[in-house]
């Protein structure tokens, strides 16, 4: 119907056009505003209709839902978990009895699975309700859901129990958990042999994605565990942060998968570090009764795991790693002398040392290698140390001696590298100079100075300063001065004879390796006569000596072994080019 | 017919040994969490406690009361403070009338022979905790709730609730000895209903009307 509106609109505006009451450019105005309003519904608004209407429809339904809900029983709501449970199930065993492990089927399967899991789990304790406890909930689900992890190899699924340990831990489960934190250590932990299941199938995609996972909910689910501590736990996270990372540096360095390890770990150490030399942070260690039993136990098997990997792990790579694990053992170490009683400047002191060690190490692996991210996190841990001291809330007396240790460790690293830059150039420049023998160079010196004698008259209009007579009739000077100018330091004081030939015809470096003629062969061969016709050798002397011209024959032998004697080389007194001054040579 | 290979080497048995036995803790997990209600309803300790029943609000309505309990704090037993959302143990008594007595709170659970219930910190003061137990909703009809609004300061609402290693189920909610849900106007209107029916069974023996029992006032003020 609109269309054949739309028809007859178009024929009409077409005959008042031919008729004169509309002009062209009326027309095509009419036709622009009709399509404007024909147009129909705009996109966005209709997205917006869209889910509007959605929602209403889903809140009716969730609405009739609830009020049928309320009607029933407690068997019925039992029932209808267990039900969606035991199909979930049958559903891992379908992907199971079809292979789909690892396949993205199986994630499907046991990413529902794992959802039904939470929701049958949610009926229940609504139902038979004794209390809810948000956090014991988190708890069993995640303990619940693990297994299909491993039954059915799904990264999906290791997200789900990520976030499920995260919720747990944001919701203050580790102070009621049996173990407290440790209880959350074991549960990351029980993840740990994920990783084995999936590199024995080669899996890299699962393989990135679990590790990332991973790496971020170690380092949220301490954050977040660390904050109903009494005290910030930089020791446990050093040691935590040096053991990922050196589980990163035994991947293979091209695999993808060791990327999160290593820097996640290498930022965390650095952060330890950096909390490490504030002194606030210390207050709590000083002040509490003692460590946790469990903090302890984690932080002896992460030094030990830290050992092991530092013997056998970690591949090629060496001096970064040490430096990196040497971070808890200083930390320890400064727990140790604060909780002994001997509380002073001297953690705050080695801690922010060796930070800027580390970040200036990190500087210049990046300049050297040309690793810009090495170079950019080590800008950023100099940084966050000064900002840290200024902005920590606390000044301490150690600020200005940072600051002038930063920056005298700047400059000096700023005048070495420019310092190893300039000889590395000269070094190479030597080298490519060396190349040439005396008659390149001297050809070179040619080119350029007839390319300066060219350039003569420009140089002179741009110089007003410089007399124009005086600097046309000192071309060669000026040339011959560019070229010494150009030459380096070494070569200035070698004075070249220039050979007669080549000041006649100045060769072009192209032409100064000339191909070798090919040699013909000067053989001959051996004539036998018999010992009769030899003539007696008293004879002979006269003869020979008169056969002299015969030489070429000679070569059967070493061209070496007895030389020819050259022809005396007529001498070629050198002269100066600055005696003829160029002028004969126009 | 090509019937599908059916053996299992020795790590797809595992596999299905391992997914049949989580299957069964799962369900083995629900039943847990039914049984352990039933268990507390069936052999709890019945103790009385007062209580102030409060209408829970929904979007999507709900079948059931918030229950806050007055008696919400105790005296600290343990030299160690205790933090804020930690579990501890109200340990509990039963006067001569039936009521509980706390008798005090601690991190650990009563000798042998002591009741407790299980609670968590809400604060901690001069020597009392603060605390809030885990059993504090109370299934009820969603037209049977309204009942609530009839309570006034002077009247006496009594939870009644079972007990048994810490957990508790309210069994009911009695003000001034009488159930809450047959205070209300869906019981009012169950009754007239059943009033209705008996009338309609003495319509059909020859009595009439004039005005309708559902359209009288549920309750007399």
């Known amino acids: 119907m609109e269309h054949i509106e739309m028809k007859w609109l178009e024929q009409q505006i077409r005959e008042w056009e031919s008729k004169g009451w509309v002009s062209h450019e009326g027309a095509v105005q009419i036709r622009h505003i009709l399509e404007m309003k024909t147009g129909g519904i705009p996109l966005p608004l209709l997205i917006i209709v869209m889910a509007l209407g959605l929602a209403i429809a889903g809140m009716a339904l969730i609405w009739g839902l609830s009020g049928f809900w309320y009607q029933t029983g407690f068997a019925f709501r039992i029932g209808l978990a267990a039900g969606l449970l035991l199909f979930s199930q049958i559903a891992v065993g379908a992907g199971m009895l079809r292979s789909q492990q690892g396949t993205w089927a199986g994630e499907a399967i046991a990413v529902t699975h794992i959802l039904i899991l939470g929701v049958a789990l949610a009926i229940a304790l609504q139902t038979y309700y004794v209390g809810w406890d948000t956090s014991s909930y988190l708890a069993g689900w995640a303990l619940l859901s693990l297994p299909v992890i491993y039954l059915l190899r799904s990264a999906g699924a290791v997200i789900l129990y990520a976030l499920g340990v995260l919720f747990w831990a944001a919701s203050g489960g580790p102070v009621n958990a049996p173990g407290g934190a440790a209880f959350m250590w074991i549960l990351l932990v029980l993840l740990v042999p994920f990783y084995g299941l999936l590199q024995s199938h080669n899996d890299e995609i699962r393989l990135s994605v679990y590790s990332w996972t991973l790496t971020i909910t170690v380092f949220a689910a301490f954050g977040l565990a660390a904050l109903d501590a009494e005290y910030i736990p930089f020791l446990l996270l050093a040691t935590l942060a040096a053991a990922i990372m050196l589980t990163g540096y035994s991947i293979d360095i091209r695999k993808a998968w060791g990327v999160p390890f290593r820097w996640f770990g290498r930022g965390a150490a650095a952060g330890s570090l950096l909390i490490s030399s504030l002194p606030a942070s210390w207050y709590g260690i000083a002040r509490i009764q003692g460590f946790h039993w469990t903090t302890i136990t984690v932080t002896v098997i992460l030094f030990l795991s830290i050992m092991a990997l530092l013997l056998k792990g970690v591949k090629k790579r060496f001096w970064g790693p040490v430096l990196y694990a040497g971070i808890p053992v200083i930390i320890a170490a400064e727990t140790m002398l604060v909780r002994s009683g001997l509380y002073s400047s001297v953690p705050l002191i080695v801690s922010s040392i060796y930070l800027i060690f580390i970040g200036f190490y990190e500087m210049v692996q990046g300049i050297q290698s040309g690793h810009t991210k090495h170079t950019k996190f080590g800008v950023c841990v100099l940084l966050c140390l000064v900002a840290a001291f200024f902005w920590g809330g606390s000044v301490s007396p150690l600020v200005p001696v940072v600051a002038i240790v930063i920056l005298a460790l700047v400059l000096v690293q700023i005048r070495r590298t420019s310092d190893s830059r300039r000889d590395a150039a000269e070094r190479a420049r030597h080298r490519t100079d060396l190349r040439h023998n005396v008659t390149t160079v001297r050809a070179n010196r040619k080119t350029r100075s007839r390319r300066k004698k060219q350039q003569t008259p420009v140089r002179v209009t741009e110089d007003p300063a410089v007399p124009a007579e005086e600097t046309a009739d000192t071309p060669d000077t000026a040339g011959t001065a560019d070229a010494g100018e150009d030459m380096p330091e070494w070569m200035k004081a070698i004075h070249m004879p220039e050979l007669k030939e080549e000041q006649k015809s100045p060769a072009p470096p192209a032409d100064t390796v000339k191909p070798r003629e090919p040699e013909l062969s000067r053989f001959t061969p051996p004539v036998f006569h018999n010992p009769d016709d030899i003539p007696l050798p008293q004879a002979a002397p006269a003869r020979e000596k008169t056969q002299t011209p015969a030489a070429p024959a000679r070569p059967h032998g070493s061209p070496w072994g007895n030389a020819a004697p050259r022809p005396e080389r007529e001498k070629h007194f050198t002269h100066s080019p600055w005696s003829s001054e160029g002028g004969d040579r126009k | ?221």
């Open chain 2, 1 to 221: 017919m090509k019937l599908p290979d059916m053996t299992l080497s020795s790590d797809s048995r595992v596999k299905w040994f391992v997914l049949i036995l989580v299957s069964l803790i799962q369900l083995a997990v629900l039943g847990y969490i039914g049984w352990r209600w039933h268990n507390i309803t069936v052999d709890g300790i019945p103790y009385q406690w007062q209580c102030v029943p409060r209408l829970e609000v929904s979007s999507f309505g709900t079948d059931y009361i918030r229950v806050v309990f007055p008696q919400d704090t105790a005296p600290w037993m343990d030299v160690a403070e205790p933090e804020e959302h930690q579990t501890i143990y109200v340990h509990i008594a039963r006067d001569d009338k039936g009521m509980m007595e706390i008798k005090g709170a601690s991190a650990s659970k009563p000798l042998i022979g002591g009741d407790y219930m299980e609670a968590r910190v809400v604060s901690y003061h001069d020597g009392n905790v603060q605390f809030q137990v885990g059993f504090n909703r109370y299934r009820i009809a969603p037209d049977k709730a309204d009942g609530i609004y009839d309570i006034t300061s002077g009247d006496s609402v009594i939870a009644s609730i079972r007990m048994k290693k810490g957990l508790g189920v309210i069994e009911g909610i009695y003000v001034n000895g009488i159930p809450l849900e047959a205070s209300s106007n869906g019981a009012a209107m169950e009754a007239a209903r059943s009033a209705r029916q008996g009338d309609g069974g003495s319509r059909t023996s020859g009595r009439s009307r004039i005005i309708e029992s559902g359209m009288v006032p549920p309750k007399e003020e």
